[in-house]
């Protein structure tokens, strides 16, 4: 999968690497691999532009407020003498840039994400044609993602679309987002049931005009749906907001925002996971999503709904289904019991700690 790597973590070298972290929210797939390149010996670092979970693992953290003190956190790292390399998170992606102009040293950007994935050039084009705007191509993924010396994405096809479009030619990595060994879960929570979806949700007002690209995460339809067969419906959202609550009272169960390690304890209580979504879209067609892997920390079967690449894994690892929508789930929903039992047999062959070594390996090609 991805760049050329060794068979095994032994073969990545011996020195331990001195890696810069830079994040505009220190997200948890920054931390995801983080902690697991930490705990093989290496000094990582991070740069953020918020307060972040995990920071007290980090060698140092740096808060930034602003373009000029990132900057000069940079030109401090740089300075030391003793930084290998800087690994960039986007969105944003604009830190190459403030890297690029004050340091030689190589600077790897980790493509969480992209506009390109959000919409079709002919759905671009749809919106625009009605005179409103829609934001797909953008300079700033253009411009950084050409300029780093090196890319890492969550999947495969969401890598040959964004590196098509952009024409990236540079060493690439592809790594899914998984979750280190430490944040497995073991201790299941009381039974809730149903089907659980954690990650982000937008209600429809929020997905029109230059957000008609963020309809992926519009749970409307599929909430419908459950709730007239009666499926219980469990969303974890980054927010639990006026609006959202009344959107989803007669629709779904919303639970409140939690920190990392309590999210997964609490997807644990319920049968089934949701990746994709009921009406297709082409960010789930290309996606590999964190939820995919902490529903399996959580050892919670997964089922792929209108999700193309994460089909293709679940189905392929035996550890969850393929659907069209709720309907089908339904028929299908006593299946979470077999597939529960080879998903705790294979889990562990998907944790960040059994991948790491590939990452490592990618690094030590620049320095």
């Not at 931390?31 to 697991?36: D, E, L, Q, R, S």
């Not at 000029?68 to 998170?89: K, M, N, T, V």
């Not at 430490?182 to 982000?200: M, Q, T």
């Not at 749906?225 to 469990?234: P, S, V």
Request: aromatic share 10%; net charge negative.
């Amino acid at each position: 999968m991805g760049h050329a790597v060794t068979s095994s973590a032994e073969g990545a070298g011996n020195r331990p690497l001195n890696i810069v972290m830079v994040s505009g929210h220190g997200c948890i797939r920054v931390h995801k691999m983080a902690i697991p390149l930490i705990e093989r010996g290496h000094s990582v670092h991070l740069i953020s532009m918020q307060t972040t979970l995990f920071w007290e693992q980090y060698k140092t953290f740096t808060l930034c407020t602003d373009v000029e003190q990132i900057i000069e956190a940079i030109r401090i790292y740089a300075a030391s003498g003793r930084i290998d390399l800087f690994h960039c998170h986007n969105e944003p992606s604009w830190f190459v840039t403030a890297i690029k102009e004050v340091t030689e040293i190589p600077v790897i950007l980790d493509v969480h994400d992209s506009y390109l994935a959000r919409s079709t050039p002919e759905e671009a084009n749809i919106v625009r044609e009605q005179g409103k705007v829609h934001i797909r191509e953008t300079s700033e993924e253009r411009n950084n993602f050409q300029l780093a010396d090196g890319l890492v994405f969550p999947g495969d096809a969401f890598r040959k679309l964004v590196s098509d479009e952009f024409a990236l030619d540079q060493p690439a990595l592809t790594l899914p987002s998984y979750v280190p060994k430490r944040f497995y879960n073991y201790k299941a929570r009381d039974w809730h049931g149903g089907l659980v979806y954690e990650g982000k949700v937008n209600l429809p007002t929020e997905t029109t005009g230059a957000n008609t690209g963020f309809s992926y995460c519009d749970y409307t339809d599929v909430a419908t749906r459950a709730a007239a067969m009666g499926m219980d419906f469990h969303i974890y959202a980054g927010r639990v907001d006026d609006k959202l609550r009344k959107h989803y009272a007669d629709r779904a169960l919303l639970h409140k925002p939690l920190y990392y390690d309590e999210l997964l304890n609490s997807v644990s209580r319920h049968d089934w996971g949701l990746v994709g979504n009921s009406i297709p879209t082409r960010e789930w067609e290309v996606a590999m999503p964190n939820k995919l892997f902490e529903y399996m920390a959580a050892g919670v079967p997964v089922v792929a709904m209108n999700a193309t690449d994460c089909a293709a894994f679940v189905v392929g690892e035996g550890v969850g289904i393929s659907v069209e929508g709720p309907e089908e789930l339904g028929s299908r929903w006593r299946e979470h019991r077999d597939l529960r039992k080879a998903l705790i047999k294979r889990r562990q062959n998907w944790s960040m700690n059994e991948h790491i070594y590939k990452l490592e390996s990618f690094y030590r090609d620049f320095v």
